[in-house]
């Protein structure tokens, strides 16, 4: 059983239409991230947060839009999504900073497919 | 920055045999963390096993146990004992162990292209 918990498993959506998808994980970590993975590939780091606040955007398009109520919950807003956003979104978590070896726990993804 | 390579797109091992997997990176810093995860068709990247660049011997989970060669900047994956729940796409990455106000580099992961690993019965 994974212990980070993702929802929905899959999601279908238009190009006009808004949805969220939800990340959720009771280890005590601190430090969050959202992965987009398309087939084959390795996963590409969108967002992290650290302590609930965003600590990393790396160049994301403002229709994914990310945010954590609280240090177990980690939401991904989508609007206006493109047929190339289609892809696996993985939500991962650890323990934050440096000087551990502690690794991210990812959850077992949301799959996404764009009309 | 830091580059991950694995340079086996695909390997397949019959059951029951070893295999051997490669991981080469490339980086200035001298204290970094090296993974491996495996990512099965259900989706989930699972940790295979974790080794810290301060230590020297080798790390070990089971059936999996790495070869780290700092100076070379290797770290392969054996698996021995292959069995059929094993394949997956298999996934190499590097973290920066630098603090926390280091502009977030020790939160990224670093991944390899990924290995996929068929074994055969």
């Known amino acids: 059983d994974t212990e980070v918990t993702q929802t929905p498993k899959h999601l279908v959506m238009g190009m006009t239409n808004k949805k969220s998808l939800k990340c959720e994980q009771h280890?005590?970590?601190?430090?969050m991230y959202w992965y987009k993975q398309k087939a084959k590939k390795p996963p590409e780091l969108m967002f992290v947060?650290?302590?609930?606040?965003?600590?990393i955007n790396e160049s994301v398009p403002s229709r994914f839009s990310p945010e954590c109520p609280n240090s177990s919950l980690l939401n991904l807003h989508l609007h206006a999504l493109q047929p190339e956003d289609s892809a696996l979104y993985l939500c991962?978590?650890?323990?934050?900073?440096?000087?551990?070896?502690?690794?991210?726990?990812f959850g077992d993804g949301t799959r996404l497919s764009i009309l | 920055a830091q580059t991950v390579t694995q340079s086996q797109p695909e390997m397949s091992v019959q059951e029951a045999e070893t295999v051997t997997l490669s991981c080469t990176y490339d980086?200035?810093?001298?204290?970094?963390?090296l993974f491996w995860y495996k990512q099965p068709p259900s989706r989930q990247m699972i940790l295979v096993i974790r080794?810290?660049?301060?230590?020297?011997q080798n790390a070990t989970e089971n059936r999996f146990s790495v070869n780290f060669q700092k100076a070379a900047k290797s770290f392969s994956l054996k698996i021995s004992d292959s069995q059929l729940g094993d394949a997956a796409m298999y996934f190499c990455a590097y973290r920066s162990a630098a603090w926390a106000n280091s502009g977030g580099s020790n939160y990224k992961l670093t991944f390899g292209k990924g290995t996929l690993l068929t074994v055969n019965p």
């Open positions: 280890m005590g970590h601190r430090a």
């Open positions: 080794q810290e660049a301060y230590k020297q």
């Open positions: 980086t200035s810093e001298s204290d970094y963390y």
């Open positions: 991962a978590s650890s323990r934050p900073g440096g000087g551990n070896n502690q690794p991210q726990h």
């Open positions: 947060y650290s302590y609930e606040k965003l600590s």
